[in-house]
């Protein structure tokens, strides 16, 4: 399906997927994966899709930054990665 023609969450999974693939082309060619900056990557992506890129973030062995307003939606990450937030101009590990 034309990517015009997809839901916002199926156009931001179409993006992802091509983030993910240039950095496994990545690693492939230079031998390490890219240091990933996703910002806001989990919006708009229902659980499903939520979970599914988490795995394979993992599975990268790449340095990856998420960021998000919202924590709730990356509580499927507990245990796997460290979370902060920034709070009247200070980092603040959870």
């Keep these: 399906m034309p990517a015009a023609l997809c839901s916002t969450g199926e156009q931001k999974a179409l ?4 983030t ?18 996703l910002d806001e990557v989990v919006a ?12 394979e973030l993992a599975t990268l ?4 930054w998420l960021t998000g307003t919202d ?7 507990d245990g796997r990665a460290r979370a902060y937030r920034v709070e009247n101009n200070n980092v603040i590990e959870e």
Excluded: Y
Aim: charged share 20%.
């Design 71 to 77: 924590r709730l939606l990356f509580d499927d990450l």
């Design 44 to 55: 708009h992506l229902d659980s499903e899709r939520r979970l599914s890129l988490f795995d």
């Design 20 to 37: 993910l693939a240039s950095a496994r082309i990545t690693e492939s060619v230079f031998g390490a994966a890219p240091l990933l900056l």
């Design 61 to 64: 062995g790449a340095q990856v």
């Design 15 to 18: 993006l992802i997927g091509i």
